[in-house]
């Protein structure tokens, strides 16, 4: 196959060729950036919380009136014994939020009381002895925390408990290579001295400004008694989460009519928590999909209608060849080298393209730059939907008879 003559037949096609080439050099650039977008979003739905998810629900429950912190925490303590009882159930903890939920409390971590930079973010989770077991977390390091060392605080308290058990990231993070029990450090109340590390607890935000400390928590020894409710974390045992679900509203309101439990979202399975957490991610990822398919779509179409314009345009020529001894084959092979030809300029220019749209996105949006096999593929995707749209116009071609050379004669 010799491709000058094919160079010189594009040549006479100059407005076509540009601009099924663009057209292919636009997909290309958006198609590769849609799916490093999809490949981030589906990667970020699917990070591990760490806690044994099947088997755990929330119940957010808010007070009617506004009981003191201390009635608040004996009517908490109450609400526990009650969902303990609850068949089905095998632990629960307060706290005042959990993996996933997407608000909470979030601070700074020092180690030293008048250092002015942060040493790290961290998720606080508030929680009682009891924290470690509901969630399924594993203890790596030190000790849970004992009976005698759960206290009471609403927001009025500086946050400076006298002991706290952390995340081994966030560990990693403040004392590399050291271990890390025994160890101080200070949040915005004052110390705390680590007597515990847990293997993996993923923060409450899923948002990116919270990406770089998804996985640093601290876990204090208190009942958050605030006004506003608190969280009850429920682990079932295996295969009874539904029964316990709704069993444990029913207790609550027995033991005590006057609070509010949301129909909407006062009582949620994980798999409900983590479905609200990433719908956004879920969503961006299926829009992205159906715009990558339609512009493929599109894109295919067009190959299609120009080659079948230009066969209509060339069968005397094809014609000629014919009568002067091209078989089908030949003219089958010419029409696909000529959108190959098309293809790789278009994708030469699609891959440009993408890297600049990839640098636009990394510095308006702090989006991750995008790898190389991504081009290989949207490439190579390109190149086979070029030579599969072609094909049904080239094959028309190869059967123009030789006799076409003579019609108009």
Known sequence: MQIKPILSALRRHKAGTFLIAMQIAL????????????????????????????????????????????????????DLQVLRQV?????VTPSNSYPLRGSGWDDSVKLKPDQLQDSSGATIYFGDQNFIDTLGLKLVAGRNFRADEIGHMDL?????????????????????GEDAVGKTIYLIGGPGTIVG??????????????????????IIPERLTISLGTFYIVRTRPGQLDTAMHAAVKALFAQNPRRVINDDDGVLSFSEVR????????????????????????????????????????????????????????????????NLLISCAGALVGVLLAIAMNLWMVTRFEMHRLSLTYLVIGAVMLLLLGQGAVLAPALR??????VEATRSV
């Open 275 to 338: 479905s609200r957490a990433y719908e956004s991610d879920r969503g961006m990822a299926i829009l992205m999909g159906v715009i990558s398919l339609v512009l493929l779509a599109v894109t295919a179409a067009g190959i299609v209608g120009l080659t079948s314009f230009w066969v209509g345009q060339r069968r005397k020529q094809i014609g000629v060849r014919r009568a002067l001894g091209a078989t089908r084959r030949d003219i089958l092979r010419y029409f696909m080298a000529e």
């Open 87 to 91: 068949p089905g159930v095998q632990n």
């Open 197 to 218: 590390v847990v293997d993996l607890l993923q923060a409450q935000s899923v948002e990116r400004w919270a990406s770089d400390f998804a996985y640093r928590s601290v």
């Open 397 to 402: 071609a190869s059967r123009v008879p030789p």
């Open 156 to 176: 009025r308290y500086k946050l400076a408990p006298p002991v706290v058990i952390v995340t081994k990231a966030l560990a990693q993070k403040l004392f590399p």
């Open 27 to 78: 997909t290309l650039a958006i198609v590769c950036n849609a799916l490093f977008i999809i490949h981030q979003r589906v990667a970020h739905l699917s990070e591990p919380t760490g806690i044994d998810e099947p088997n755990i629900f929330v119940i957010k429950s808010e007070w009617v009136g506004a009981p003191n912190s201390a009635r608040l925490d004996a009517m908490i303590r109450e």
